[in-house]
């Protein structure tokens, strides 16, 4: 009797205890109908409900955050200890960093926690990142000290450089690291998880295709003092000083083709076109929506403007023009000219680059280049056999012109 007696009470005592997580988890769902709608989705809603119930408490919100907010594919289908890791170690850098504890709670929520940046494979990137990063921020005041050490540190700490021999453009953190390269897609997505992964808020930012139809190309920003800032893997002098500035003042805001979109995690105005879905006969129309953007184009055309501005108001600057021909002692016909693609450096820093003018361009169309005086730079460009060229000119205190020929 005392047996069965005893028997009882602890049943009575576990329902109770069950009773009243679930009602807990419940009366939290209940006051969520997007977390609810979310859920009952899914194809597996019994799994998402037991990973709420399990889940402490101090996670809960960034869980219910990712599940409302993330593609339809890996709500049905992502890893959830990995959905899980994520949320972990961004919850410790939210808490651990300075930079990261004073962020409004959208920004972290829409550009740090976010455990994918397009459509790369799903990885265990976080933890990892979080390992080789975290000690190069230590002793970082600032969060734009924690930038700079990020960017100048990555290609070290990662063994991941510009390669376009990569197996795939958009790859993950890991796929990079194991190869040892990546292309400007690649590249973008290690860094924006790279800085994510220490609390520093980044999205991922591109174009289908520059205005000279030369190719697409991608990069980041970094959320900084209230304000979205540009930079890129290998580390540019200045915040907001890059290479493409030129050919980002002529983008089109209203051409999918050429406008300019920074990606935003879950619920968005517009859609990222990413090209290296499609390929050469692929409307962008076509290609597939499921990553979120904003269209960035005016304030890329403003910034460069700006830039231009500045540069010519302080004398710092003055302009590098280059002319494809195709020989040499072939210059003074429209005829003679060839639209080649010519990057400029500064030792290894890229400071522009883009196309000279086809014979179809008025004889003043010249590829130009706002560069500072008396610098000497270095011209690379491919001749006709395929064979890298690389031309040393020294820019001085006025413009100047140079030639340069397909055919050596």
Known sequence: MRKNLILAVILIAVTVAAFVATTQLNAASSSNPELNEAIASSTRP???????????????DELAYLLINMPEADRDTMSLPLLMEN?????????QFSWTKALPEDIYLTDVLPYHVVD???????????????????????????????????????????NTLREKTNQSPRESMRQGMASCTGLSILLVDALRSVGIPARFVGTASWHDNRGNHSWTEVWLDGKWRVTEYYIPSQLDHLWFMDDAAKAKADDRNYAIYATRFGQA????????????????????????????????????????????????????RIVGYIRHGATTQSADRIAMGV?????????????????????????????????EYE?????????????????????????????Q
């Open 46 to 60: 019994e799994a998402l409900q037991k990973l709420l119930r399990q889940t402490d408490k101090k996670y809960r």
């Open 87 to 95: 949320i972990c170690f961004a919850h410790q850098a939210r808490h």
């Open 120 to 162: 790369e494979v799903r990885d265990a990137w976080r933890k990892e990142l979080y390992e080789l990063c975290a000690p190069i921020v230590d002793t970082c005041q600032t969060m734009e000290q924690a930038i700079r050490a990020i960017n100048g540190h990555i290609p070290t700490l990662t063994g991941v450089h510009y």
């Open 269 to 320: 105005d517009d859609w990222f076109p990413m090209v290296w879905c499609g390929d050469d006969s692929t409307h962008v129309e076509d290609l597939p929506r499921t990553v979120g953007a904003a269209n960035v184009t005016q304030h890329y055309i403003d910034l460069a403007h700006e830039l231009r501005t500045n540069r010519m108001a302080l004398g710092t600057h003055t302009e590098l």
């Open 343 to 375: 990057d400029v450096f500064c030792d290894t820093e890229q400071m522009g680059g883009g196309l000279t003018a086809s014979p179809l361009h008025d004889m003043n169309d010249q590829f130009t280049l706002l560069l500072p005086k008396n610098t």
């Open 379 to 407: 011209l690379r460009y491919y001749d006709a056999t395929g064979n890298l060229c690389k031309q040393t000119v020294a820019l001085g205190e006025e413009p100047l012109t140079v030639a340069i020929y397909q055919q």
